[in-house]
C-alpha cells in the first residue's frame, strides 16, 4: 500500500512541509498519491541508521545476504499487479515492459545471491610468511575485498525497477555488505515505495540489521544533494544525466572526505557503417535502425544517436530510406514532462545549429506528452567543427554523418566524448579493412557491437555497461553484471594475523571453500 511516506529503516515518517504527486503521461495528469518529501532531520537519521547498520550488516555471511537478496526478489514478486499498475501510471510504458523489467530486477537480485553464496568473488589472496627468507623474512599477508559503508543510490527514470530502489546499483551494494539509502526518484515515487516495502519485509524477514535500507522521497535536487555530503555516507552510485552526476561527482570530490561517484550517464553511442555494408544492406539496416532509434520512445541510454559512414550514393540512399521508415512509426508516449520538455528543447536546440539538415521529421499532431521522431544530417567537417552535436538528445532524434574519407571518420571517431557502447555495421571481413577505425571506436567506449544495435543490454558476468567519460565518472567499472560489485568494496590486508581472528574467507582451513589465490596459484586448498 502506498503511504507517501519516506521508509527510514523500518520505520515510516512524515515529518517535511513539501509535498508533491507522481504523473500520469498518458492520462496527462498527476496520480492520486501525495509523497512527502524527507526532512533534514530525516535525512540525517537515515545515514545515522544506515551507520548503525553497517557494523553488522559487513560482516553478516555470504548465505545470509543471498537470503535477503532473494527474500527481496520474492517479494518484489509478491507485489504482482500492484506493482505493475503503478509502474504503468507512473511512466506511460506498457504492462510488458514493466513486467520485462520486473523480470529484470529479480534477475539481477538472485544472481547477486549466487555470487555471494559461492563467496569467491571476495578475491582471497594469501601469501604465505616466508622467514628464513633473505635479507629479510616475509610476514603472512593476506588480502580481501571489504564493503566501504553506507551507498547512496539515485535511480533514473527510464527504469523505474531495474535502475532505481532495488535495481544494479542497490542489488550489487547489499551483495557487498553497504547499507544503502535510496533517493527516490520523484517521477516514480509510488513504485519506489512499494518496492521499498518489498525490501524492508524482506530485510526484516532474513533477520537484517534495522537501517540496512531507507528510502527518501523529494521533489528536487536538494535531499540527493544532502546525502552526499553527508559524512556518514561512504559512497555514490547515480544513473540519469550527464548534469546530475557531473554535479554530484564534484560535490562529492569537495567534501572533507571525498567518497567515490559511480554515475552512468548519457551517450550517444556511435554506430559506423562501412562502405559495403551500406551498398549491400542499406534499406534493411535503415528498417532496423528507425526501429532502434524510436524503441521506448527513445529513452534508452544505449539509443543509436550517432550514425557515421562515408558520403556517397549508398550513404545517401540509407539516409532516405532511414527517414521514411522512421515516419512509418507511430510516435509513442515519453514518462513524464521534464523528459518531454527537455526531450523538445535539446531536439531544438540540434536543430537550430548551423549546415544541420532535416531528412525527416515527424510533423502531424500527437497527443500531449508523446515524442515526435526526427533524423538529421551533417557532414563530417560541420560535426568536428561543431559541439553541441556530440551532445545526447534523450529521445527519438539520431544525426546521421556524411564523412568525407576513412581518415575523416577515424578522426571523429577520436573526437568523440566517451560512449557506453559502439557499433560497427560490416559486410563479412570488411572490419578487417579499418583497423584505425575500429581501434579508435574501442578508445572511445565501453562495449563495442559487431553488426547488432546498441539497445538492449544483457545482464551477465561478461557484460559491460560503463565507459569513458562522460558515459560514466570512471571507466573501471561496469554498473551492470555481477562485477558491479567491485565499485562499493575496497581491498584489505591483514598482516601476520593470528588464524583465529582471521575472517573466515581467508583461514588456514578455508572453511567455506572459496576459490584463493594462495602463493600465486588460484586453488580451494587448506593451508
Ligand atoms: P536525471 O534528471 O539526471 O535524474 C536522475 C536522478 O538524479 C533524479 O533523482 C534527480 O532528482 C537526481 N538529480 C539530477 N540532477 C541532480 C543534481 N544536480 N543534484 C542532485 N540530484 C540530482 O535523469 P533522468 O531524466 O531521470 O534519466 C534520463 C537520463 O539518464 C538520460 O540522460 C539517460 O541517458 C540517462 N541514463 C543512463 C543510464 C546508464 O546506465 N548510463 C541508464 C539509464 C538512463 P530530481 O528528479 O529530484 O531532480
Redesign the pocket.
Known amino acids: 500500500m502506498i503511504t507517501g511516506k519516506n521508509h527510514i529503516g523500518n520505520r515510516t515518517s512524515a515529518e517535511g512541509a513539501v509535498t508533491f504527486k507522481t504523473f500520469n503521461p498518458i492520462l496527462n495528469g498527476e496520480n492520486d498519491h501525495i509523497y512527502t518529501e524527507a526532512s533534514n532531520d530525516e535525512v540525517n537519521h537515515a545515514v545515522e541508521l544506515a551507520t548503525t547498520a553497517f557494523k553488522k550488516f559487513r560482516s553478516i555471511s555470504g548465505t545470509e545476504k543471498a537470503a535477503f537478496l532473494n527474500a527481496i526478489a520474492d517479494e518484489i514478486l509478491a507485489l504482482d499487479d500492484t506493482l505493475v499498475q503503478v509502474y504503468c501510471s507512473e511512466t506511460g510504458l506498457p504492462e510488458g515492459r514493466a513486467r520485462g523489467e520486473r523480470g529484470r530486477t529479480v534477475g539481477q537480485l538472485r544472481s547477486f545471491a549466487t555470487l555471494v553464496e559461492q563467496g569467491s568473488w571476495i578475491e582471497a589472496t594469501i601469501d604465505t610468511a616466508i622467514p628464513d627468507r633473505k635479507p629479510m623474512p616475509r610476514s603472512d599477508i593476506r588480502k580481501m575485498l571489504v564493503p566501504l559503508g553506507p551507498v547512496v543510490v539515485?535511480?533514473?527514470?527510464?527504469?523505474p525497477l531495474a535502475?532505481s530502489t532495488a535495481g544494479g546499483d542497490t542489488a550489487a551494494a547489499f551483495a557487498a555488505g553497504c547499507p544503502v539509502i535510496v533517493?527516490?526518484?520523484?517521477?516514480h515515487a509510488g513504485t519506489g515505495e512499494l518496492v521499498s516495502q518489498a525490501i524492508i519485509k524482506a530485510a526484516e524477514r532474513t533477520g537484517m540489521p534495522n537501517g540496512v535500507f531507507s528510502n527518501l522521497n523529494?521533489?528536487?535536487?536538494e535531499i540527493?544533494?544532502k546525502l552526499?555530503m553527508h559524512p556518514g555516507v561512504k559512497a555514490v552510485g547515480?544513473?540519469?544525466?550527464?548534469?546530475?552526476?557531473r554535479?554530484?561527482y564534484d560535490m562529492a570530490a569537495q567534501r572533507e572526505e571525498p567518497i567515490p561517484v559511480f554515475a552512468?550517464?548519457?551517450?550517444i553511442n556511435p554506430v559506423v557503417i562501412l562502405p559495403e555494408a551500406l551498398e549491400k544492406r542499406g534499406d534493411s539496416l535503415a528498417k532496423t535502425y528507425a526501429g532502434s532509434i524510436t524503441l521506448g520512445t527513445g529513452?534508452?541510454?544505449t539509443n543509436p544517436g550517432l550514425l557515421l559512414g562515408i558520403k556517397g550514393d549508398a550513404l545517401t540512399n540509407f539516409t532516405q530510406e532511414l527517414g521514411k521508415e522512421i515516419l512509418q512509426i507511430e510516435p509513442s508516449v515519453m514518462l513524464h514532462p521534464?523528459?518531454i520538455g527537455?526531450y523538445e528543447h535539446n531536439k531544438n536546440k540540434a536543430l537550430s545549429q548551423a549546415n544541420i539538415n532535416v531528412v525527416a521529421k515527424y510533423d502531424d499532431e500527437v497527443k500531449t506528452n508523446f515524442a515526435r521522431q526526427v533524423v538529421t544530417t551533417v557532414k563530417g567537417k560541420t560535426f568536428l567543427e561543431n559541439p553541441t552535436l556530440h551532445h545526447?538528445v534523450?529521445g527519438p532524434f539520431s544525426l546521421v554523418v556524411q564523412c568525407e574519407n576513412a581518415a575523416q571518420l577515424e578522426e571523429i571517431i577520436s573526437s568523440l566524448e566517451g560512449q557506453?557502447t559502439g557499433t560497427v555495421i560490416s559486410e563479412n571481413d570488411e572490419a578487417e579493412n579499418y583497423p584505425n577505425i575500429i581501434a579508435a571506436l574501442q578508445n572511445r567506449v565501453g562495449r563495442i557491437i559487431f553488426n547488432g544495435v546498441p539497445t538492449g543490454v544483457e545482464v551477465c558476468p561478461s557484460m559491460v555497461?560503463g565507459g569513458p567519460y562522460p558515459?560514466?565518472t570512471d571507466s573501471r567499472f561496469t554498473?551492470v553484471g555481477i562485477h558491479s560489485i567491485k565499485r562499493w568494496v575496497r581491498p584489505f590486508s591483514y598482516q601476520d594475523w593470528p588464524n583465529e581472528l582471521l575472517p573466515d574467507e581467508l583461514k588456514n582451513e578455508n572453511p567455506l571453500a572459496i576459490n584463493r589465490t594462495i602463493n600465486g596459484e588460484l586453488s580451494r586448498k587448506n593451508i
Open positions: 539515485f535511480g533514473a527514470s527510464n527504469f535502475y533517493k527516490s526518484h520523484p517521477m523529494s521533489s528536487g535536487i540527493g544533494q552526499v547515480f544513473t540519469g544525466s550527464i548534469r546530475g552526476g554535479a554530484l552512468e550517464m548519457g551517450s529513452q534508452f541510454c521534464n523528459i527537455a545526447e534523450f557506453l555497461h558515459s560514466s554498473a
